[in-house]
Structure formats: structure tokens, C-alpha cells
């Protein structure tokens, strides 16, 4: 298969990555006529009321708009919980890493009270980056870029490099040379600004706004339903970056929906998790839940095999699984775009950074438990898996590429929806309430989980 758009396939942060931009480009000239942001979300209200025996696609334009992508940065993103990293990553006070979200440059950083705290990059001075790309931070004396790792490090003090003004790990002020003649200046009230940072369940996650409400109230009965993976305690195995030319709610669907190993994955996934035997649970107001059940005579295989003590996914079981998911993979969605599949032996993290309509930056990461990598044919593991995980991933890049393409075309009009596809339709949902100002299940009956 010819790969497309994989512009790296790399361990956690091993190479510097290119600049990111806040995009507001479209490339392709639609063929579609164009919608104002009003008349997309009546579309969405209406056509998220039909059940999903009924149910249709969303307008090509609310995947192509760039005003109705703006909005959804206002009313979805920045004023919702959006994950940023995994708590393995900055394990020790003075672990910093760098990333870009929604044109907000910002450090994740564990401060000296170890705390995980989310602080702006951008100077309050005169708006420098002050860890702009390519300049390092060994340089400064005050902390060491990891080697061979920019973007990632550990500090003692962050330092801007345009006019050294030097801040604390919680952001703060310390210097700042030559301002005794500036009349009122106060040191404690020029720091980096902080944003809100909540850690759920080992998930580094911010509100740009400062307005959500508490992530983990919201998520308390996620937290326990994910409770068996201890994803809090788990590592970083695998990191890979994508640059995406489509719209974030492409993956989302892509990601939650089945049905599509009919097709995409048919040589990879459908063989072990056949599109027909999976299920969604009941809609919820914070999260998706799907259920992909190994096949009968697979699972037959694997007990077959833990019995005479081997082990049957591609790395360790978890310790204590619990029975009925030791044969299923299971894949939630916590709105926005939080995406994760847990697995008998690992999980799989998908992080966004939206870019425009049509673009965005994808971070896909595997964890495991800290056991799994003393295991002593880890290196062999995490080779077969590091190639595994690229493989089906680039089935996915290959039709979500294709599929933004086909939403500036004429040819395409509106598509309707297998019972395979309620995480599509629960999406919609999602993005209907939020259009309402409130939450999915909050104001209508949610709707049902699928028998199975
Ligand atoms: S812009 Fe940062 S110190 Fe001047
Ligand atoms: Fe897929």
C-alpha cells in the first residue's frame, strides 16, 4: 500500500518538530456552496433529533468551514478539558515539555511543589517565545534540553532569551534586569500566565478558558470503569507524530466507528474483531464507549494458551484484568477529542492539535504498565508493536485523507449510516448539544445502549 502523509514515525520527542501554525488556510477551492455557520448548526440540530435508524451525515461544510471551525475552537475546545500529555512524561520537578495547542504555545512543567502545571511559553515582556525551536536550553545554565530530545527537558529556572528576564517553574517572576527605572513595575505581576490543568486518570489535561467545570466530577464514572488499566501508573512505550490534512471530526469517527475494518482494516483488524460483533454502550454526557470483542475462536485459541502460560496479546496481559475484558478491545471518546483504546495490554492514546478545517497535528502514543518493560523480550516487543501500531494507523491516514478530499466534491452529497456507526451518530449528538449550550443526555433521554 502506498503510504501517504507520514511525515514522522518517531520515539517520544526523539526529533525536533516542525513549528507548529494556527492555519487558517483551506487548500482545495470547494465545489460545495457555502454555509453560514447559522445554517450548519440548524443542519446538525436537525438531523441529531433522528434516531439512528434514520440517521445522516453531517454537511460536507461543517468538515470544510473555516467559520464554523472557528466557533467550534470558542464553544468546544477552548472552553472544554483537552488532553496535552501523560503524566510519565514530566515524572520528575523540572521535567518541562513544549506544545502547541490552538496557537497558545504553552510548557507542561511538574513545578517544585510537584505539581503538574500548563504556563504559556510566550514572554510577558515583549511576546517572545521563550523556548522558541532550535534554540535549545542548555545554553542558558539554568537547565538541560534532554539529548537529543528538544521541545522536552528538565529546568531549574526558564529563562527568555530575547532579554533574560528568568521565570520559576510555577511561572513567577524571579528576574528581571534593568527595570528599576520603570515606573510601578511589579515583579510578582508579570509571570507566564498559567492555564487550568487537571490530571485524570494519568491524562495531562487543560482548559484554555479557565471556565470548565472540574474534569474529574465529570468523569468519576469513566475514572472507575477504567480503573482495571491503572493508566495513571502506566509509561510511554511509543510515540508517533502525524501531520493531518482533514478535520478533527474525521479521525473521531473513524476512531469510534467499526465498521469500517469491513474495509480499511480488513486484512488487520477485521480478521481478529469482525465489524459486526461490536457494540456501543448507552450515550453519556462526557464520553463514548465501544465495545470490539475478540472473535469466538480466537479467544478460544488464547485461553487455550494462557493455560499452558504464554502470553497471547502482543505484550503482557495487565495484572488482574478482569475477565471480561481480557478478549476486547474497548474504545472510548471523552469530548472533545480525548481518544483512547484499552486493550488487555496496553493502551492507545490519540492526542489532537486542530490547525483549520482541514488540518491538524495528531499524537498517537502507547502505555503500558512499568512491568511490561522490564520484560526481557521488551526491545523485541516494542519493535513488533512500534510497527504495528504504524501499520494500521496509516490504513486509517489513507481514508481520512481521502474522505476530507471528497468533502469539497459535488459528487459527494449526504451519506446514511449503518447501526455499525452510533459513535458517528452520538458525535453529532455531541456536537448538537454543544451547539445548545449544554451537554449530550443532559436535556434529552440518552439514547440506549446497542444489544450485543
Ligand atoms: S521578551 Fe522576554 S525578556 Fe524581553
Ligand atoms: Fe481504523
Known amino acids: 500500500m502506498k503510504l501517504l502523509n507520514e511525515t514522522a514515525v518517531r520515539a517520544a520527542c526523539s526529533q525536533p518538530a516542525a513549528p507548529l501554525q494556527f492555519s487558517n488556510r483551506t487548500q ?27 440517521a445522516t451525515t453531517l454537511p460536507s461544510q461543517a468538515y470544510t468551514s473555516q467559520e464554523f471551525f ?32 490552538l496557537g497558545e504555545p504553552l510548557i507542561v512543567v511538574r513545578s517544585k511543589e510537584g505539581r503538574v502545571r500548563v504556563l504559556s511559553r510566550i514572554c510577558p515582556h515583549r511576546a517572545m517565545d521563550i523556548m522558541p525551536e532550535g534554540f535549545g536550553y542548555s545554553g542558558h545554565g539554568i537547565g538541560d534540553a534532554k539529548e537529543g530530545q528538544p521541545g ?23 528576574g528581571s534586569p534593568e527595570m528599576q527605572q520603570t515606573e510601578g513595575f511589579e515583579r510578582d505581576s508579570w509571570g507566564l500566565k498559567e492555564f487550568h490543568c487537571e490530571v485524570w486518570n494519568g491524562f495531562i489535561m487543560v482548559n484554555l478558558d479557565g471556565k470548565a467545570a472540574p474534569l474529574n466530577e465529570r ?24 501531520d493531518c490534512p482533514f478535520n478533527w471530526k474525521v479521525l473521531a469517527e473513524n476512531f469510534m466507528e467499526s465498521y469500517h475494518h469491513l474495509g480499511a482494516h480488513s486484512k488487520t483488524l477485521q480478521p481478529m474483531m469482525p465489524a459486526k460483533t461490536t ?63 484499552a486493550n488487555p495490554d496496553r493502551v492507545i492514546f490519540y492526542r489532537m492539535q486542530p490547525l483549520g478545517p482541514d488540518r491538524m497535528k495528531l499524537l498517537t502514543t502507547t502505555l503500558v504498565p512499568a512491568s511490561t518493560m522490564e ?22 491516514m489513507e481514508v481520512c485523507t481521502a474522505v476530507q478530499r471528497g468533502f469539497y466534491a459535488s459528487g459527494y452529497q449526504r451519506g446514511r449510516l449503518s447501526y455499525l456507526e452510533m459513535s458517528v451518530w452520538l458525535i ?4 448538537a448539544a454543544r451547539i445548545r449550550g449544554t451537554l449530550p443526555a443532559t436535556d434529552m433521554p440518552p439514547a440506549p445502549a446497542q444489544k450485543h
Open 219 to 242: 468523569l468519576v464514572g469513566l475514572s472507575e470503569a477504567l480503573k482495571p488499566w491503572n493508566i495513571g501508573e502506566m509509561k510511554m512505550a511509543i510515540q508517533m507524530e502525524w
Open 428 to 431: 453529532q449528538r455531541y456536537a
Open 70 to 101: 472557528d466557533w467550534e475552537v470558542d464553544h468546544i475546545f477552548r472552553n472544554d478539558w483537552l488532553p496535552l500529555a501523560h503524566v510519565s512524561q514530566v515524572p520528575n520537578i523540572g521535567d518541562f515539555l513544549n506544545i502547541d495547542l
Open 28 to 54: 482545495v477551492r470547494s465545489a460545495l456552496p457555502t454555509w453560514s455557520v447559522e445554517q450548519i448548526q440548524a443542519e446538525i440540530q436537525r438531523i441529531a433529533q433522528l434516531p439512528l435508524t434514520q
Open 152 to 174: 522536552c527537558g528538565h529546568a531549574r529556572l526558564f529563562m527568555c532569551p530575547y532579554h533574560a528576564w528568568t521565570f520559576e517553574l510555577d511561572g513567577r517572576l524571579k
Open 375 to 396: 520484560h526481557p523480550e521488551w526491545p523485541t516487543m516494542l519493535e513488533n508493536e512500534t510497527a504495528r501500531l504504524r501499520d494500521f494507523h496509516l490504513e486509517d
Open 279 to 341: 457494540w456501543n454502550e448507552e450515550e453519556r454526557a462526557a464520553y463514548i464507549r465501544a465495545h470490539l470483542p475478540l472473535k469466538p475462536a480466537m479467544r478460544e485459541e488464547m485461553q487455550q494458551a494462557e493455560a499452558r502460560g504464554e502470553h497471547v496479546h502482543g505484550m503482557p496481559t495487565i495484572e488482574d484484568m478482569a475477565p471480561e475484558l481480557r478478549y476486547e478491545w474497548n474504545l472510548f471518546l471523552v469530548y472533545p477529542y480525548l481518544l483512547m483504546s
